[in-house]
């Protein structure tokens, strides 16, 4: 099984950061790609940000400019920075990995894993 983790979240007054991490472990061949999404209360979850284990990044128009997300493929974790933070950043932030589980074929499916989320709270 493959298990995603993420951790950092919590309260931050609006303008300041907070960092992110997500590591994913278990039976894992390689990744993908790995990604931030969000969830408001009373929203639908969405995209936040994404990158593969090329390093090529993919940001939601909201966050450009602010957050940045890195990876450390060594170690199967993605990072998040979030700066200049706003209220409506406000969210459970969810990791999530497509892997390759062993024994994939070349040109085989990876498969996408969640972790259980970490609250962000930005109060203005």
């Known amino acids: 099984q493959v298990q995603v983790v993420e951790s950092g979240g919590g309260l931050v007054q609006a303008g300041g950061s907070l960092r992110l991490s997500c590591g994913a472990s278990g039976s894992i061949l390689s990744i993908k790609a790995m990604g931030w999404y969000r969830q408001a209360p009373g929203k639908q979850r969405e995209l936040v940000t994404t990158i593969t284990n090329g390093g090529s990044t993919n940001y939601a128009d909201s966050v450009k400019g602010r957050f940045t997300i890195s990876r450390d493929n060594a170690k199967n974790t993605v990072y998040l920075q979030m700066n200049s933070l706003k209220a409506e950043d406000t969210a459970v932030y969810y990791c999530?990995?497509?892997?390759?589980?062993?024994?994939?074929?070349?040109?085989?499916?990876?498969?996408?894993?969640w972790g259980q989320g970490t609250q962000v709270t930005v109060s203005s």
């Open positions: 999530n990995a497509d892997v390759y589980r062993p024994g994939t074929v070349v040109g085989g499916n990876a498969f996408r894993y």
